[in-house]
């Protein structure tokens, strides 16, 4: 049988032979008329309903005051109460003069960190970022919303591949010694968005001591998937502020991260970390934004998370949840597209993305054909700035969301299209 051939090894009549066969099932999940949506990486209903505790953790008959008497219900404490700066100092290995606890969302304050370097310059900075054009090093494929960000303030993208240990520093080195209107890159150092890959020691001690001719250079450094571990076997990433400082850069790094995906994506907590100055300087700011964050739900989440240990705990929780859907995901394209020499993929620890590559130029065919079977995915180029994929073949599969059942029906479909596409590819 053709199962598990190199197509690129077939023949014509094998290839139209086995077009027949699988345009037959296609047209099998056309009739059935599904909608299923894996575009987006969102926890389950399941997922959620392990914090949902927390919502009872804080009540009328609770002392509502932070362990420094500052009264949670009023205004104030415009960085985090002290109790939620140590749980999260402890989550990302920083001090707590090193953190400030924020709203519900990183991405928010990610976008705030830079709408205010646009506006006013970075702690050390000779002058606003908005002043003349500047530049963001995204390592690709990546994040969408990373991206969009830099759309919005007509901040000029440069690519740079995405190795299996982190960006391609030699092309990284290069640009940033050369050109002082790059003043930042994007990182998602564990378990990345979408490819799952963890930065290795390396790569971050490079980060950290690299020349920049920006001498306002920052590193925007999106921690978002620190505790999502899918193995007992977590992957190892190195502290990049300890590495900055040794490096002499103290103030080279933002670290961001949240509860998005540890409790709710709607009501979590963000924070941000960096050198006591970065902060000294982003306080003041902050202070003029906001007369302070939801104390409340730092307080619901300290005392729910309480410590690292049942931290860890409440993530083993999600991972016996979403890791049965991941191998579900990677076994099927075993099956399905193993050995057949038309799509890659990688196997993440952690994380909520498995990212696929096609042949060059399938990507967006293969889109459009599973959303025509009613299985919608992220689209095609999402993971690249501007939304232009110059090879058109990484697909971004975020499995957390659907059921199993409904998983394996858009997997099914998605296998097919692939393979559809691909042998369209050879016949041409
Ligand atoms: N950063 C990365 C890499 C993400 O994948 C996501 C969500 O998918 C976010 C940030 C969003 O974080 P938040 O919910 O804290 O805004």
Same mark, same amino acid.
């Given at each position: 049988m053709l199962n598990h051939k190199d197509y690129s090894k077939l023949d014509t009549n094998e290839l139209k032979e086995h077009y027949e066969v699988l345009n037959e099932k296609y047209d099998g999940y056309l009739s059935q008329n599904l909608s299923l949506d894996m575009s987006r990486g969102k926890p389950s209903a399941e997922q959620l309903e392990l914090s949902k505790e927390m919502l009872n953790i804080v009540s009328t008959h609770d002392d509502l005051h932070a362990e420094d008497g500052s009264d949670c219900l009023n205004y104030g404490v415009i960085d985090g109460i002290p109790e939620a700066k140590r749980f999260f100092s402890n989550m990302l290995g920083v001090s707590t003069k090193e953190i400030i606890i924020g709203g519900n969302s990183s991405l928010n304050m990610m976008f705030d960190a830079i709408s205010r370097a646009m506006l006013q310059g970075v702690y050390g900075g000779a002058a606003n970022w908005g002043k003349a054009p500047i530049k963001f090093i995204c390592p690709t494929p990546g994040y969408d919303r990373h991206f969009a960000i830099c759309e919005f303030f007509n901040i000029e993208m440069i690519l740079v591949d995405l190795t299996h240990e982190g960006p391609d520093m030699d092309t990284v080195e290069d640009l940033v010694r050369a050109d002082d209107s790059i003043k930042g890159i994007w990182c998602v150092p564990k378990y990345s968005n979408p490819e799952g890959i963890t930065y290795s020691d390396q790569i971050v001690d490079r980060l950290a001591s690299m020349d920049t001719k920006a001498k306002d250079f920052r590193i925007f450094w999106d921690d978002a998937y620190t505790v999502h571990h899918l193995t007992n076997t977590p992957d190892p990433l190195k502290n990049i502020l300890t590495a900055c400082k040794e490096a002499g850069h103290a103030d080279r790094v933002f670290m961001f991260s949240s509860t998005s995906k540890i409790t709710f994506p709607g009501a979590g907590v963000a924070v941000l970390a960096a050198s006591e100055d970065n902060l000294n300087f982003i306080r003041k700011q902050i202070s003029i934004q906001t007369i302070g964050p939801d104390k409340i739900n730092q #307080?619901?989440?300290?005392? %729910?998370?309480?410590?690292?240990?049942?931290?860890? #705990?409440?993530?083993?929780?999600?991972?016996?949840?979403?890791?049965?859907? %991941?191998?579900?995901?990677?076994? @099927?394209?075993?099956?399905?597209?193993?050995?057949?020499?038309?799509? %890659?993929?990688? @196997?993440?620890?952690?994380?909520?993305?498995?990212?696929?590559?096609? #042949?060059?130029?399938?990507?967006?065919a293969v889109v459009s054909m599973a959303a025509k079977a009613g299985v919608k995915l992220t689209n095609a180029g999402a993971t690249f700035p501007y939304g232009q994929d110059p090879r058109d073949r990484n697909i971004r599969i975020a499995p957390t969301y659907p059921s199993l059942t409904e998983l394996e029906t858009a997997i099914e479909v998605l296998c097919l299209c692939v393979q559809l596409v691909s042998i369209n590819k050879f016949l041409i």
């Open positions: #307080l619901r989440h300290v005392r %729910f998370l309480r410590d690292l240990d049942h931290l860890k #705990l409440h993530m083993e929780k999600h991972a016996a949840i979403i890791k049965p859907k %991941f191998d579900l995901v990677l076994n @099927k394209f075993e099956s399905e597209l193993g050995g057949k020499n038309i799509a %890659f993929w990688n @196997k993440p620890n952690g994380g909520y993305f498995i990212s696929l590559n096609t #042949l060059d130029g399938c990507a967006q």
